[in-house]
C-alpha cells in the first residue's frame, strides 16, 4: 500500500522585503504594492512511499528537505501539486514541542505525550517508564526549568519513542546530542523499521542513511535529483562533481594556487618538469574531490616537461587534516621504470579502495630525479575529502574478523 | 466534511482537555494560595463591586448581588475565552510550526480554560444563591442551554480573532478596547430598564446581553425565556460560529509560514 504520494508538488514561500505585521502598516501600504520575492523551495517533486518502506532524503543545506518534511508533516501546504497521506503522521521534527518550563517532568510527558498522539491511559501506565529511561525518577515533581538541558532532551527523548508511529518522520535534529544519545536514537529507529513502521528520514550522516533506508532521494536546489536505492543515490551525491556537490571547485582552485605560488615552503624543486595539475576520479571516471570510503579512485598528476628528463620518479604522500604522514608510495618503490618524460602528460595512481573511513586528507606530489634531487615537489596542495559508509571507527580501516571458537571457553575439566 | 472534522475532533478530546487544563493550571503556578485565587478573585470582585453599587449608586434590584455576580461571571467568561482565544493561535508558535492536529483544537481548548475557571466561579455563585435561599423553579433548565449558546459565540468570535491575529497583531489590541466598551454597553452592572425603549432595542442586538439577562431571568428570578429570544440567541452563535470556522478555514493553510 501507497502510504505517501506526492505528485508534482511545487512550494513557493514569498520573501517579503518589508514585512505588514500590523493593520497600520498594510493600510498606509495600501498604494504601494507589496515587494516580495518568490523563492521556489521545491519544484515539481513527484515521488510514493511504500507501507513499511524507509525512505532517506538528503541534499546540502537550503535543498529543501526540511520543506518537504513539513509538507508530508501537513504543518506547510503545498503551492501546487497533490500530495496525500494515507496514514498517521509522527513527526519527530522537534524533541519537546509543547514543554512548559513551569510545569513538573510528569505533567510534560502528559502533554507531550498527549500532543504525540498517546491514549490518556496508555500514558498513565507508562509515566514509570519514561522516567526511569530518561534516568529522571528523582526528579518526577521538579519543574522542567529547574532540569538542565541535557535532561530537557532526555525526557523528551523517552517520552516521544513511547509514541506507536505509523508513518515516523524524523529529522536530522535528532543528530544533536552525545554519542549515547546518538546510538540510542538509532536503536529506536531500528527497532520502529522491524515492526514495520514507515520511515522518512532526513540526515546529513550518510553513513545512518545508508544503513537505515532502502531508498533514497536526493534534493539539489528544490529540484529532485535522484531517487532510487541508497546506495546509487549516495554514490549520486558523493559523486556529483561540478553539479551538486557543494565544494565543487576545490580542484581547480588548489591547482591554481599552486601554479602562481612560487612559495619555497610549499613548492620547490628546478622546474625542469612541473607538475600543472592533480585530479581525482571517482569510481566512475567523473571527476570529484569526495569519496565514500572502501570506494576506488584514481589520481592523476599532470605534467609538463620543459626539456627531455631520463629516469624520473613520481610520488605521492598522504597526510591527515592535521598532517600526520600516514602513507607514501613512489613509482620506484612499485618498480615502474620510466625512461624519460618529454613535453606534456600524464601518470594515474589508481587506488582500489580506499582504506580510510572518513575525514580530510591532504597530499602531496612530486616528481624527482633517481638522487632524490626534486623537480617539482607540491607539498600538502591537494585535498580530498573521505565520507564513511560502514560503522567502524577511527582514520583507517584495517582488514579483520573476528574468531569466536566455542571449544577454548569450555569449562576446565 | 462537518462530520469528518467532529470525528476527528472527537479523537483529539483528550489533547484538547490536556492544552485546556494545563492552560488553566500554568495560571496558578507560582502563586501560594493556587487554585484558591480561582474561587477568591471573584469573590474579592464582587466586594469591590457591591460596596461601589449598593451603597454610592443605590441600585434597587432585588438579590441585587446575585445579578451582580452572574453578570460578572458571565461577561468574564466571554471575556476570557476571546482574549486567551484571541493568543491561541501566536502563542503556540512552536507548537504550529512542529506538529499537526487540527489547529481549531487550540482555540477550542482556549475556549475550555475559560470554561474551567468561570465553573470555579459558579461554585462561589451556587453558594451565595443557597446563602440567600434563592427560589428555583423548572426555568433554571434554560440556563445550561444559554452556556452552550454563550461558549459557541465566544468559540465563534475567538475563531475569528486568533486567524486575523496571526496576519494582524493589532487585533488583539483592537478587541481589548471594543471588551472594554462592551462591558458598559451591556448590562452587567445596571439593568437594561435605565435605557429608554428605542435604545434597548439596540442594546438587546448584542447576544451577549440577551444571554445575561436571560440567565439572571431563569436562574435568579425564576423566569422563562421567551421563544423570541432563545431562537435569536441560537441564531446568533450559530452565526458566529459558522462565520467563524468559515474564516479559520480560510486562513489557516498560511498559519505554518505566517506565524
Known sequence: ?413 | MIVDHLKSLYGYRELIWQLAWSEFKLRYKNSVLGYFWSLLEPLLMLTVLYVVFSNLMRVQVEYFQLFLLLGIILWNFVTRATTIGTIAIIGKADMIKKVYFPRDIFVISACLTALIMSFFEAIIFILFMLAYRVPISINLLYAPILLIFLFVLSLGLSLILSALNVFFRDVQFIWQVILQAGFFVTPIIYTIDIFPADLQKIVLLNPVARMIISARDSIIYSLPVSTNDMAFMLATSFIFLVVGYIVFFRLEPKFGEEI
Not at chain 1, 520573501?15 to 500590523?22: F, S, Y
Not at chain 1, 565514500?292 to 592523476?300: G, H, L, V, Y
Request: charged residues 25%; contains cysteine.
Open chain 1, 1 to 413: 500500500m501507497r502510504v505517501i504520494e506526492i505528485e508534482h508538488m511545487y512550494k513557493s514561500f514569498r520573501i517579503p522585503h518589508e514585512k505588514r505585521n500590523t493593520l497600520f502598516e498594510s493600510m498606509t501600504g495600501v498604494f504601494k504594492p507589496p515587494s516580495y520575492e518568490t523563492f521556489n523551495a521545491l519544484n515539481d517533486i513527484n515521488f510514493s512511499v511504500e507501507e513499511g518502506e524507509a525512505i532517506g532524503i538528503i541534499g546540502e543545506n537550503g535543498s529543501g528537505k526540511s520543506t518537504l518534511l513539513k509538507i508530508i508533516a501537513h504543518i506547510l501546504n503545498p503551492t501546487d501539486g497533490n500530495v496525500k497521506i494515507n496514514k498517521k503522521v509522527t513527526p519527530f521534527l522537534e524533541l519537546g514541542v509543547g514543554f512548559h518550563p513551569e510545569m513538573t517532568a510528569v505533567e510534560n510527558i502528559k502533554t507531550y505525550g498527549t500532543i504525540m498522539g498517546m491514549s490518556k491511559r496508555n500514558l498513565k501506565s507508562r509515566t514509570d517508564d519514561i522516567l526511569e529511561f530518561a534516568g529522571l525518577e528523582k526528579f518526577r515533581d521538579a519543574k522542567l526549568k529547574n532540569f538542565s538541558s541535557g535532561m530537557q532532551v532526555r525526557l523528551a527523548f523517552s517520552t516521544a519513542i513511547q509514541t506507536d508511529p505509523e508513518i515516523l518522520l524524523m529529522d536530522e535534529v535528532l543528530a544533536v546530542g552525545d554519542m549515547e544519545f546518538q546510538r540510542k536514537c538509532l536503536d529506536v529507529l531500528n527497532n520502529y523499521r522491524k515492526e514495520g513502521v514507515t520511515i522518512v528520514f532526513v540526515s546529513h550522516d550518510l553513513s545512518s542513511v545508508r544503513r537505515f533506508c532502502d531508498r533514497t532521494l536526493l534534493l539539489h536546489k528544490g529540484e529532485q535529483v535522484a531517487i532510487g536505492e541508497t546506495g546509487d543515490v549516495i554514490d549520486k551525491y558523493v559523486y556529483s562533481g561540478g553539479e551538486i556537490s557543494p565544494d565543487v571547485n576545490e580542484i581547480e582552485k588548489d591547482s591554481s594556487q599552486t601554479d602562481d605560488d612560487s612559495n619555497e615552503s610549499v613548492r620547490w624543486g628546478n622546474k625542469k618538469v612541473e607538475i600543472t595539475g592533480v585530479k581525482f576520479y571517482d569510481k566512475f571516471g567523473n571527476g570529484s574531490t569526495r569519496f565514500n570510503s572502501f570506494d576506488s579512485m584514481k589520481i592523476r598528476i599532470l605534467y609538463k616537461s620543459h626539456q627531455k628528463i631520463l629516469d624520473p620518479v613520481f610520488g605521492i604522500a598522504l597526510y591527515s587534516e592535521n598532517g600526520e604522514y600516514l602513507f607514501g608510495t613512489n613509482t620506484e618503490l612499485k618498480k615502474l621504470f620510466i625512461n624519460y618524460v618529454e613535453g606534456e602528460g600524464y601518470i594515474d595512481l589508481d587506488v582500489d579502495r580506499i582504506p580510510m573511513l572518513m575525514g580530510k586528507f591532504l597530499l602531496t606530489v612530486a616528481i624527482h630525479a633517481h638522487d632524490q634531487k626534486p623537480y617539482d615537489w607540491h607539498d600538502k596542495q591537494y585535498s580530498f575529502d573521505v565520507i564513511p559508509s560502514g560503522r567502524d571507527a577511527g582514520l583507517f580501516e584495517i582488514p579483520c574478523q573476528w574468531n569466536y571458537d566455542n571449544m577454548v571457553t569450555r569449562a576446565r575439566d
